[in-house]
């Protein structure tokens, strides 16, 4: 398979191609041009559809731009006025002509002559858009956009100091590697002690999130907003049945294992008790890893790993470093996270992330880099709407690629025994992942399935689903007032309510490659790129299949890849 990174930005052949949307009046006369166009054939129909997406992709480039600027630098009121002026001022009036065109479209008679091998998903997601439209739900959904950044704002605010000097939380972090279990502790404290100083305020935005989250729901004919979300989502391949299977799946076949990672640290550290500022920890002697200094290094050292594995892979990182689309380093008011943002319309995403030095921030800068090569697959697919795949594959395309780096990440250390140390670091993060997924979805089906749940009583179902999950062998006594705003930490449940089970479904078909790479690397990273190039034009599990994997989440196969993984784990450890 040859692929290139040498991303081409989409001619405009609809708009003007110096066209910058400023305000409403600018965007309007094309979406009217597209609403009173006659359709008289199936190319006229088609040809309708490119110009729709074109304005699409434009449209949804200059979002995420203010986005990204904003998340770079929340202290910035004119990017956040900017974010804000789009998503109060424009957003609202593209969605009924969005609707317009989606009824137009689906009014057509020519759209029974569309291909409907080519066509299948795209059509399956413009009937649920309409299904869920709703002329009541924009001013909210508007409201809801703006309101979800404010914790963005809020977290990028927090800093402690240590030793005299000013961190960010994820700079702090770091500290958590040191030897000096005094300093480990005095660390932990003060971050959560900085947490709990927002906990109000960010009890108060979830409080007010959920409420008019719950009213969109309402207003749409929907129970609850999680089964309003599940269809907006497009989840059309599993059910909530299944997300609580996977729930109890965790529990009997992975919490075994990561009592058993939890244990091992313990007698590493040869502790009588394991806190939870010991489980980033070394044995005195043992030097924190130390894969990288600075960003450019963290840059270079991505390519070179990418390279080694595919050079495709490698050229597109190096592509999105020539053209300025990374921010990878953390510092006082940006926003926390990583994320990789598609655009639209130029091609080369956006990588954003908060790198403090730290082999964690290796796996954010591969796995957001997985995300990327994703991006370049599928860019030049004919609409918008056939690029907008299922976050499911997409966490499968970024979580795979931090297992089959693993084979070259000597670029990151020249040490034979940290190379190992960090292989076994990857691993064990695969397994005590799950926990924390399971912990996370089971607690937004409650609140949304109790949407007028006071705080104390949300506060109460999370300290229960967290002690449900959590590892025996981690003392945590004393430490339950910060166990309490725990959830805060988490940036999904405020910015993408419900967008966190696919991390479990894609980290099972991640270790379904990767046990392809072990056995055939050419072949797995070939049904990799398969899988991917189709972008969203193929159901969730046609694209798992075209990956050479199964579409299962269920108890047996979860054990069967939980047996592989821990057997390469203590492989690993032996040696």
Not at 275 to 297: C, H, K, Q, V, Y
Not at 368 to 393: C, D, Q, R, T, W
Not at 441 to 470: G, L
Request: proline letters at 5%; a negative charge; one cysteine or more.
């Amino acid at each position: 398979m040859n692929y290139s990174a040498d991303i081409k930005k989409l001619p405009r052949h609809f708009l003007p191609a110096d066209f910058i949307i400023v305000n409403w009046e600018s965007l309007e006369p094309w979406f009217k041009n597209l609403l009173d166009r006659p359709i008289n054939s199936r190319k006229e129909l088609e040809q309708w559809m490119k110009d729709g997406s074109e304005l699409e992709a434009i449209i949804s480039e200059d979002a995420c731009w203010r986005q990204i600027r904003m998340t770079c630098d929340t202290e910035n009121k004119e990017l956040e006025g900017a974010f804000t002026f789009f998503m109060m001022e424009i957003q609202p009036k593209i969605q009924p002509y969005a609707d317009k065109l989606n009824r137009k479209l689906m009014g057509s008679p020519f759209v029974k002559e569309l291909e409907p091998a080519k066509y299948f998903t795209y059509l399956r997601n413009i009937k649920k858009n309409i299904d869920l439209f709703r002329e009541e739900n924009i001013p909210l959904q508007a409201e809801l956009s703006v309101m979800a950044q404010q914790f963005g704002a809020i977290s990028g605010k927090m800093t402690v100091e240590v030793n005299g000097r000013e961190y960010t939380l994820q700079q702090a972090s770091k500290f958590l590697e040191n030897h000096d279990r005094n300093l480990r502790e005095e660390v932990y404290r003060k971050v959560n002690e900085r947490r709990m100083l927002d906990k109000e305020t960010l009890n108060d935005l979830y409080s007010k999130l959920v409420e008019k989250r719950n009213l969109v729901a309402k207003n749409t004919g929907f129970e609850n907003y999680r089964d309003y979300k599940f269809a907006e989502m497009g989840r059309f391949d599993y059910t909530k049945e299944d997300c609580f299977n996977f729930h109890e799946s965790v529990k009997q076949h992975v919490m075994p294992l990561a009592d058993k990672i939890y244990q091992y640290k313990k007698e590493k550290l040869e502790l009588d008790s394991l806190r939870p500022w010991d489980t980033e920890a070394e044995p005195a002697g043992i030097n924190p890893l130390n894969p990288f200094t600075g960003s450019e290094e963290l840059i270079q050292k991505s390519i070179d790993c990418f390279n080694e594995l595919r050079p495709f892979f490698g050229d597109c990182l190096r592509k999105m470093k020539e053209i300025g689309h990374l921010d990878l380093e953390s510092r006082k008011g940006k926003a926390p996270g990583g994320y990789n943002c598609p655009l639209a319309e130029s091609g080369a995403p956006f990588i954003f992330m908060n790198a403090a030095g730290q082999m964690g921030d290796v796996t954010t800068m591969l796995h957001e880099g997985g995300h990327a090569v994703h991006s370049f697959l599928a860019h030049n697919l004919e609409l918008s709407g056939f690029k907008e795949y299922p976050m499911e594959i997409a966490e499968v395309a970024s979580m795979s690629m931090e297992l089959f780096t693993m084979d070259h990440w000597h670029v990151f250390f020249d040490n034979k025994e940290d190379l190992k140390r960090a292989k076994i670091h990857q691993l064990e993060r695969v397994i005590t992942i799950f926990p924390w997924i399971a912990i996370i979805d089971k607690f937004q089906h409650w609140v949304y399935e109790n949407p007028s749940h006071t705080n104390e009583e949300r506060i109460a179902k999370w300290v229960a689903i967290q002690n449900e999950f959590s590892s025996p062998v981690i003392d945590f006594s004393g430490l339950e007032e910060y166990r309490k705003y725990n959830w805060q930490r988490q940036l999904h449940l405020f910015e993408v309510p419900f967008y966190y089970i696919e991390y479990g479904i894609a980290q099972i078909g991640a270790i379904g490659l990767w046990k392809q790479y072990e056995e055939n690397p050419a072949k797995a990273l070939d049904n990799y790129i398969n899988a991917l190039h189709f972008g969203g034009t193929k159901t969730l599990p046609e694209l798992f299949k075209a990956a050479g994997l199964e579409f299962n989440f269920s108890p047996e196969h979860i054990k069967e890849l939980m047996i592989f993984i821990d057997k390469e784990l203590r492989a690993l450890i032996k040696n």
